[in-house]
């Protein structure tokens, strides 16, 4: 599907441009639509630049459009976006966002990403999967290696779609917080206290479908000769990884790769970094080989914490649309089960509760016309073929996954707030002072911003909000970091995370927690940058003691300076 609106956005871009000079006023609305004169903002007050940034302070902040997107015509095609992107799916096969399952991970966007913010911390106990904002996904990996398990997804699946089971309940995960104490005992010089804690996952093997299926691990096992074993916490360790806020990540897509190379390139010359770079994305240039690969035609891996993802119509948003619900459509006919791609679909095939239940399953789905393979009398092999299916029906349309696209690509960013505020100014220049800006880079410029597709779904510009040559200002340098937190995630590297918006994110939720750092460890920004100095191998170490050490008003400013961006 093409969106026809080129031309229209040329000349209402041109338009934007030419009338800059009319600025939001304090209360957040456009001086010019009011008749106010209003004084003229600091460049950093246009977080996402003059295309890119909304002035909305409000509840609903996180989920307006982006100017680019209502200037090239695509506000009602963003709205049903935010709408497929806001509802739940069902479990049935016809509907509206039916199609969910066989085994998925949440219903909806919101789920995770509750008022398209971060997700929400995880509390003491039970994992609580099915609550609102509950956006703290579960990492499963074997420690020699840091790879996946095999006999789970990437990000496991929690639930079934009866008669299906879900790999993992999620009634058996346990998260309990423990406390650390750093080198200074929690207590600043001026004798303010601070708490630090971190997430113990322990999941019991009978909380695994394939163990109590008693299979063997294809990947290790492929003649079945050994059964599936788990050995509790010593061969597989599990931790969480939280969602970050889904505004602005089509600005984040507009830097150039030749920029984003030039910040390793510098960052690998400066040698500031303890722990160097990570030598999957970059050894004197960057890799293109291994699981971290950067494909030279798409460019530099640019989001997920891993940098597993780029560019964005086929990155985090692409990607989960699809493979959090299972959800299938036209240029995704098949589903997402686990890391080997046959372990699920073998205990599944020999589930005799599911033998039972699925012929009338299978006859809601399709038909022996269209799929005998899976109406041959032969049950086994029949849930196997349907599991392992790459011509499976299309549950999501093409127009509706142009519509999510457009509403992810069209999310604005809110625009700082009290950028007059003296205590936020001294925040700002401390912050810099101390060197936080270095992995926190505060602002790139966009490049022309030519859509790329690696699956070649998405062909043209005009088919997406774009943000051509805008000032940005996320405070990430795109680059992974070492922090060696206790229980830290997995392989150790970090994407620096954009702190635009995040103080927000109270006002956006209603969580009284800042929930911050990857799983939520961290509940204000205080916490969240003494995580940073924890390890005295962590890259920051050497700027954290500096916060360390500030008078109490420079501590607090920054504070504030992070709570306005």
């Known amino acids: 599907m093409k969106l026809n609106h080129l031309f229209l956005f040329s000349a209402v871009v041109a338009m934007s441009l030419a009338s800059c000079k009319e600025k939001p006023n304090n209360n957040g609305t456009e001086g010019g639509n009011t008749g106010e004169v209003t004084k003229e903002k600091p460049e950093w007050y246009y977080t996402g630049g003059q295309l890119g940034t909304t002035y909305s302070t409000q509840s609903t902040c996180f989920r307006q459009p982006s100017p680019a997107t209502s200037q090239a015509g695509m506000d009602a095609d963003f709205s049903n976006g935010d709408m497929i992107a806001e509802k739940p799916y069902i479990t049935a096969h016809s509907g509206?966002?039916?199609?969910?399952?066989?085994?998925?991970?949440?219903?909806?966007?919101?789920?995770?990403?509750?008022?398209?913010?971060?997700?929400?911390?995880?509390?003491?106990?039970?994992?609580?999967?099915?609550?609102?904002?509950n956006g703290t996904l579960l990492v499963v990996y074997d420690p020699k290696d840091n790879g996946y398990v095999p006999w789970l997804a990437g990000m496991p699946q929690l639930f079934g779609a009866y008669p299906f089971k879900a790999p993992l309940d999620p009634d058996k995960i346990n998260v309990t917080w423990h406390v650390a104490t750093d080198e200074h005992g929690n207590t600043f010089p001026d004798g303010t206290k601070y708490e630090l804690r971190y997430p113990e996952v322990t999941i019991p093997k009978d909380a695994f479908y394939v163990y109590n299926q008693g299979f063997a691990t294809a990947a290790n096992d492929p003649d079945g000769k050994r059964k599936f074993e788990l050995l509790n916490n010593e061969g597989y360790v599990v931790v969480l990884e939280n969602t970050i806020g889904v505004y602005g990540t089509g600005l984040l897509d507009a830097i150039t790769d030749e920029d984003i190379i030039a910040q390793y390139e510098k960052e690998a010359n400066d040698g500031y970094m303890k722990n160097g770079l990570n030598p999957a994305f970059w050894n004197g240039g960057f890799q293109t080989s291994g699981y971290y690969k950067n494909d030279p035609q798409w460019g530099p891996k640019r989001f997920t914490y891993a940098l597993t993802r780029g560019p964005i119509l086929d990155a985090a948003g692409a990607n989960a649309i699809w493979n959090i619900t299972n959800v299938t459509r036209s240029d995704r006919r098949y589903h997402y089960l686990d890391m080997n791609g046959n372990i699920y679909a073998e205990c599944a095939s020999k589930d005799k509760e599911l033998q039972a239940a699925f012929p009338e399953y299978i006859a809601q789905v399709s038909n022996k016309d269209e799929h005998p393979e899976w109406f041959t009398d032969d049950v086994e092999a029949n849930i196997y073929n349907y599991l392992k299916s790459t011509s499976l029906p299309a549950e999501m349309s093409d127009a509706e996954f142009t519509q999510v696209m457009i509403w992810h690509r069209g999310l604005a960013v809110p625009a700082a707030r009290d950028v007059e505020d003296k205590q936020v100014l001294r925040g700002r220049e401390v912050f810099s002072e101390l060197g936080c800006d270095y992995c926190h880079r505060p602002t790139w410029t966009t490049g022309a911003d030519e859509l790329r597709d690696p699956n070649g779904f998405f062909t043209s510009n005009e088919q997406m909000p774009r943000y051509p040559y805008q000032k940005i200002w996320?405070?990430?340098?795109?680059?992974?970091?070492?922090?060696?937190?206790?229980?830290?995630?997995?392989?150790?590297?970090?994407?620096?995370?954009?702190?635009?918006g995040r103080g927000l994110h109270r006002k956006a939720t209603g969580d009284m927690s800042d929930a911050r750092l990857h799983d939520t460890r961290a509940r204000d920004v205080i916490e969240a940058v003494m995580w940073h100095?924890?390890?005295?191998?962590?890259?920051?170490?050497?700027?954290?003691?500096?916060?360390?050490?500030?008078?109490?008003?420079?501590?607090?400013?920054?504070?504030?300076?992070?709570?306005a961006i």
């Open 96 to 133: 509206r966002q039916h199609g969910l399952g066989p085994i998925y991970v949440r219903e909806s966007c919101e789920h995770c990403h509750p008022a398209y913010s971060h997700g929400e911390s995880v509390p003491e106990g039970r994992y609580n999967a099915k609550d609102m904002g």
């Open 474 to 500: 996320p405070y990430t340098d795109m680059v992974q970091h070492k922090l060696c937190m206790e229980n830290d995630i997995r392989t150790g590297w970090c994407r620096t995370t954009p702190l635009w």
């Open 533 to 563: 100095g924890y390890s005295k191998q962590s890259d920051a170490y050497e700027v954290t003691q500096k916060f360390y050490n500030l008078p109490t008003e420079d501590r607090d400013a920054i504070v504030a300076f992070l709570n």
